[in-house]
Structures are given as C-alpha cells and as structure tokens.
C-alpha cells in the first residue's frame, strides 16, 4: 500500500511535471535539428578543418556545438570527417563539442535548469573542445596527416537536387521521426531516474557534500566519464541531484562529460586516432568540466541554483505549467511511440528483413549483413547514406537491434566493407 502511494503520489507527479516542462523546448529543438540536418550540407565545411591549426579546431567546435547527434553517433561521424580530410585536432574538437550539447538539448536545459545552465553549457562545451582539439594537434604533432586532396575528391562528388517540398518532408522526418527515436530511450531513463530521486531520496541526501565542492566534482566525474549518457536525458538526472544537495558545478561536470565520453568512444577514439590523441582527449574533458564546475561553485553559485526550478519544494507540482506544455507533452509522447513502433506499420517490402514474412524482398537478390557499432538512429542513416548510392545497390535498409544491414542489388562484397569502414562502423560478413 505504501509503495503504491508513494509512485501515485510521489513519483507519478515528479514524472509528469519534468516531462511537460521539457516537451515544447524539445519539440522546438527537433524542429532546428531537423532544419541544420537539411539546409546545411556537411562537405560546406570539410575545407575550413583540414589544417592541423588553432582554425580548424575553431571551425570543428562551432559546427559541432549546434548539432544535436548523439555520444554514440558522432564517433561515426568524426570517423568519416577525419577519413574525409579533417585534422586529427578538429576531428576530436567536433568529438567533444557535439555530443556535449546541441540545439535540443540546450533548449531544453533551460527549460528545467534556468538560463544561466542554458548559457554556460555550450559555451563550456566550445572552449572545451578547442582546448581538447589544440591538446591533441600538440600531442600528435609529429604524425603524418591525410592529404587534403581526399577532401576534395569528395566534395567533387555530385548530389540530386531535392525540391523545397522534398526538403521540408526530410527536415520533418530527421527532426520528429529520426531525432525523437535516436533519444527517446535516454530521455525516458533520465526522467525515470530524475523522478525517482526527486520522489524517494530526502531533501538533504547530498547536502553535506556542498562543503566539499572539489570532491563532489570529481566523485561525479569519475561516474560519469565511462557511463553513457544522452546530452539531454541528462538534464532531469542532473536537476534532481542538485535538488537533493549535489552543487550545481558538479551538475554541470555531469551535463558535459557524462555526454562527450564513454567507455565506447575511448575504445573507438584509441583505435582510429591513436593513443596521443585518446589521452589528449580524455584530459580535455575532465579538466574542462572541472575549470567550469569549479567557476560555477565558486563565483555562481546562488545565482545558478536560483534559476533552477524547484524541484521537490511544494510547488513543484504544476510548476508553471500551461496549454502548451501539455500540448507539447501529448506530441511529444505520440511522437516517441510513433518512432518506437513505426517498423510494426511499414508495408512489407519496405523494410527488407526476414521477421517481414511473406515479402515481395524475398523474391530479389537480398543480402543480410551483420555491422557492429550501429547504436543509434544516426548510425542507421550513416550506413545506409554510405550504401544507397553504391553501384550495383538498389535499396538499403538498416536493422539497429539485429545489428544487420539488408542490401537489395548486385553488388561486391569488398566495396560494400569498404563503405561500412570508411562511414566508421565494423562489417561483420554476411548473415547465413
């Protein structure tokens, strides 16, 4: 009886409440995530972060700052900037700045963190990554760099022109389809566990540790480097820490590098840029949430903690909250089950996989191929944009919990690894 009180009661409410306050903001992001995904071309700045150089760092932290792709998605990513031409120092510049925050996620933190939270973290996230980025062209300075003619030779190559219509569905469907789903998962664990602190952990759980600023910092730093964390379904965790005593700088060490590292990303980091550049990589990180946390704690921190809405006071429960929040949260939540369930709706023929009984596919020359590294909705578009236009190959079609790739066409195997590598994921062979 107790326990069913308490979720009705306690946990439901706190649930609800950082679901509303963030669901129009995210709405909004997913529209901007959707909007840069489209308009801007990523091979516009391919030749701005070739040069081992303070520049390229620059450039590679400003791009990677609004985009809103996630820890497991940009290693992919940087993978294919830096086979494209990219210095080793930009390539990791983008690797820090863009899972750090984004458009969605910045949005988003103000909407539960305040203004000061919204501001900071990205500027954090920037200054972070060019530290990170001028770390590692030192580190790696002796190495040999890939020669901007490669870059070139890609941006050579020549796109079908879309029409505005077409764009408008595809800036639709990457900002409310593939965006919703590629977070949806982290956003629920986050408000999960933000909600079950902020219901069942006493007001002053953590209060102790705000007389020890430097040790709460690194406490959280330790937790959260090799944890994967989403850029935000951190934000409710962080906001129901700092509720229950935590500082707001050790909430902020959280938000920057929870997102920007896990165990994965040094693995994948360690393998493609070397050694060097892992640890210049993994120093940036914790040495920049730290500088920024300890700024925080020392010089602001009553007016961080002031923004924030209180989490956990009587007036939690409905905390301005209005027609639109609950507008936003009802799209919001039909649009994450709509992306969760989609596949359960396509037409047979339209997914190409073997659970799709009965399907036109059957009857073609369709092959199934196991890719490892493939976490996230961004990896799935990565390696079907990387096999769709391959000759031979006439559809593609990605299943992330198969962890399998359905290439529909004649086509060589050989060249087929070699577009799963260079977009920087791993080709298992063939599925018998």
């Known amino acids: 009886m107790f326990v069913q009180e308490a979720i009705f009661e306690k946990f439901l409410p706190q649930l609800g409440v950082l679901f509303a306050e963030m669901a129009p903001f995210l709405l ?64 990791v510049s983008f690797l820090i700045s863009t899972p750090a925050t984004g458009l969605d996620s910045i949005l988003a933190t103000y909407s539960l963190l305040g203004g000061p939270f919204a501001l900071l973290r990205p500027i954090a996230a920037f200054a972070t990554a060019i530290f990170g ?39 639709a469907k990457y900002g409310f389809v593939e965006m919703v789903g590629n977070v949806s998962k982290w956003l629920c664990i986050g408000l999960v566990l933000g909600a079950l602190i902020a219901a069942f952990v006493p007001n002053d759980f953590f209060l102790v540790l705000r007389e020890h600023s430097l040790l709460c910092m690194l406490a959280v730093l330790l937790l959260a480097m090799p944890m994967y964390t989403c850029a935000t379904g951190s934000i409710p965790l962080a906001l129901a820490l700092v509720a ?20 994965a990303s040094m693995l994948v980091v360690g393998k493609n840029f070397g050694r060097r550049a892992l640890v210049a990589y993994l120093v940036s990180i914790a040495f920049g949430a730290m500088a920024f946390g300890f700024i925080v704690d020392t010089f602001f921190m009553d007016l961080f903690l002031g923004n924030m809405i209180p989490q956990g006071s009587a007036e939690f429960s409905g905390h301005h909250l209005g027609l639109v929040n609950y507008i936003g949260a009802v799209l919001l939540l039909a649009l994450m089950i709509f992306s969760k369930w989609r596949g359960k709706f396509m037409k047979h023929g339209d997914c190409c996989h073997r659970s799709q009984k009965g399907c036109d596919c059957e009857m073609q020359m369709v092959k199934f191929y196991r890719v ?36 529909k066409g004649k086509i060589d195997e050989a060249v087929l690894k070699s577009a799963i590598e260079k977009a920087g994921f791993e080709f298992a062979g063939e599925m018998k």
């Not at 990896?379 to 299943?399: I, P, Q």
Request: proline share 6%; aromatic share 4%.
């Open 133 to 171: 980025g001028v770390l590692t062209n030192f580190a790696t300075r002796k190495e040999k760099e890939i020669p901007i003619a490669l870059a070139q030779a890609q941006e050579c190559k020549t796109e079908k022109t879309k029409t505005f219509a077409q764009k408008m569905a595809e800036t």
């Open 372 to 407: 490892e590294g493939m976490r996230c909705n961004h990896c799935k578009m990565s390696v079907e944009n990387a096999l769709k236009n391959l000759n031979g190959v006439e559809s593609v079609a990605v299943d992330l919990s198969k962890k399998s790739v359905a290439v």
């Open 244 to 263: 229950k005593g935590i500082t707001p700088g050790a909430a902020l060490v959280l938000l920057m590098a929870g997102p920007a590292t896990s165990i």
């Open 28 to 91: 909004l992001g997913f529209l901007l995530a959707g909007i840069i995904h489209v308009w801007i071309p990523n091979r516009l700045y391919i030749p701005k972060i070739a040069k081992p150089n303070l520049k390229s760092v620059v450039w590679a932290a400003l791009f990677g700052v609004p985009l809103p792709i996630c820890s497991c998605g940009v290693i992919p990513t940087a993978i294919a900037l830096r086979r494209e031409g990219a210095s080793k120092g930009a390539s």
